[in-house]
């Protein structure tokens, strides 16, 4: 099994973070907040993460109190952004634009909740800026393009959109130096390709084909049998096939939770392991993601953590942990 920077399609991306972790946290010091208002931001990022992501809120209440509310904060800024792009009618690049440089202040207007959290967080945990910036480039991306020629196209696609994601967050639970990078990397790229192989049919409806045209062709597909949303022979040996690399993404990415702080680790691998878990209830649904949104309910998200805590890598690969 190949490691996490050896891949081909891996190499741009880990220039992209590296670069981004060379800025450095945001020097600018913690903004002077009324602490009342602040209290009813991370209050706002919270609802947004239960409204949103059952997995994603599952997972962060396993991480202590001040790095669960920054985690919430973080997602809630990626969830508007990404709304922006999807729900904007006619002015979403301006809108995002806006929204970017109100999410860049170091004191936002105090209407906006999501920001004012969002500023006390990465000034807080000093968030290197750059990878905020990634992620906003990320979605935008959505509104110019809705199809990807090969993987290496897709993979730099969900660096910006979950990668970026998984960087940021290092700097909030704890981590053990560059040398987790690679592993982050490849986690957003597990992630997000899992929430491609979920959404097929509602991004098929909303004009986006994310599965690469190649992969597509190669099995015999195109447009117009997404269109059709036929679960055939053709459609679900195209499907096997991605799920078991999105499996093995994951299986490459395990190691590096050892590179994490100890209080964050079972947080990190509930929400790894819980979305690995959707890729098989593709499968018992026979791999229909047309007419069907795979998910795991409340009690089989419940039920798997006691495995994934027993799991856990508690030997990092080859460096010291914290």
């Given at each position: 099994?190949?490691t996490?920077?050896?891949?081909?399609?891996?190499?741009?991306?880990?220039?992209?973070?590296y670069?981004?972790?060379?800025?450095g946290?945001?020097?600018?010091?913690?903004?002077?907040?009324d602490?009342?208002?602040?209290e009813?931001?991370?209050?706002?990022?919270?609802?947004l993460?239960?409204?949103?992501?059952?997995?994603?809120?599952?997972?962060?209440?396993?991480?202590?109190?001040?790095?669960?509310?920054?985690?919430?904060?973080?997602?809630?800024f990626?969830?508007v952004?990404?709304?922006?792009?999807?729900?904007?009618?006619?002015?979403?690049?301006s809108?995002?634009?806006?929204?970017?440089?109100?999410?860049?202040?170091?004191?936002?207007?105090p209407?906006?909740?999501?920001a004012?959290?969002?500023?006390?967080?990465?000034?807080?945990?000093?968030?290197?800026?750059?990878?905020?910036?990634?992620?906003?480039?990320?979605?935008?991306?959505?509104?110019?393009?809705t199809?990807?020629?090969?993987?290496?196209?897709?993979?730099?696609?969900?660096?910006?959109?979950?990668?970026?994601?998984?960087?940021?967050?290092?700097?909030?639970?704890?981590?053990?130096?560059?040398?987790?990078?690679?592993?982050?990397?490849?986690?957003?790229?597990?992630?997000?390709?899992?929430?491609?192989?979920?959404?097929v049919?509602?991004?098929?409806?909303?004009?986006?084909?994310?599965?690469?045209?190649?992969?597509?062709?190669?099995?015999?597909?195109?447009?117009?049998?997404?269109?059709?949303?036929?679960?055939?022979?053709?459609?679900?040996?195209?499907?096997?096939f991605?799920?078991?690399?999105?499996?093995?993404?994951?299986?490459e990415?395990?190691?590096?939770?050892?590179?994490?702080?100890?209080?964050?680790?079972?947080?990190?691998?509930?929400?790894?392991?819980?979305?690995?878990?959707?890729?098989?209830?593709?499968?018992?649904?026979?791999?229909?993601?047309?007419?069907?949104?795979?998910?795991?309910s409340?009690?089989?998200?419940?039920?798997?953590?006691?495995?994934?805590?027993?799991?856990?890598?508690?030997?990092?690969?080859?460096?010291?942990?914290?």
């Amino acid at each position: 099994m190949a490691t996490p920077g050896t891949q081909g399609w891996e190499r741009p991306l880990l220039t992209l973070a590296y670069a981004g972790g060379r800025q450095g946290g945001s020097t600018t010091s913690r903004p002077a907040t009324d602490p009342a208002l602040l209290e009813r931001a991370y209050a706002r990022c919270a609802a947004l993460t239960a409204r949103h992501s059952h997995t994603f809120y599952t997972a962060t209440s396993l991480l202590p109190p001040e790095k669960r509310r920054a985690m919430r904060a973080l997602y809630a800024f990626c969830r508007v952004s990404d709304d922006i792009v999807d729900r904007s009618k006619g002015s979403a690049e301006s809108t995002l634009m806006a929204w970017r440089q109100r999410a860049t202040m170091p004191q936002p207007p105090p209407y906006d909740l999501v920001a004012t959290a969002w500023a006390d967080t990465r000034t807080r945990f000093q968030i290197p800026p750059h990878y905020a910036e990634q992620l906003v480039d990320g979605v935008a991306r959505d509104l110019r393009q809705t199809r990807y020629a090969t993987f290496t196209e897709l993979a730099t696609y969900a660096y910006g959109v979950a990668s970026t994601v998984g960087l940021m967050s290092m700097y909030i639970i704890g981590f053990a130096g560059a040398v987790a990078i690679p592993y982050a990397v490849e986690l957003g790229v597990a992630l997000q390709l899992t929430n491609i192989l979920r959404d097929v049919g509602e991004d098929w409806r909303a004009g986006h084909v994310y599965l690469p045209q190649d992969e597509l062709a190669a099995y015999g597909l195109a447009d117009e049998d997404l269109a059709r949303g036929q679960v055939d022979e053709r459609w679900r040996a195209l499907m096997r096939f991605q799920i078991a690399r999105n499996r093995r993404l994951y299986a490459e990415a395990w190691p590096g939770i050892a590179l994490l702080h100890t209080d964050s680790r079972l947080a990190v691998a509930a929400a790894g392991e819980l979305y690995r878990a959707i890729l098989q209830a593709i499968e018992a649904q026979d791999y229909d993601v047309f007419h069907h949104r795979a998910r795991v309910s409340t009690w089989g998200k419940l039920q798997r953590l006691p495995g994934i805590w027993w799991r856990l890598p508690r030997t990092s690969p080859g460096h010291a942990t914290l």
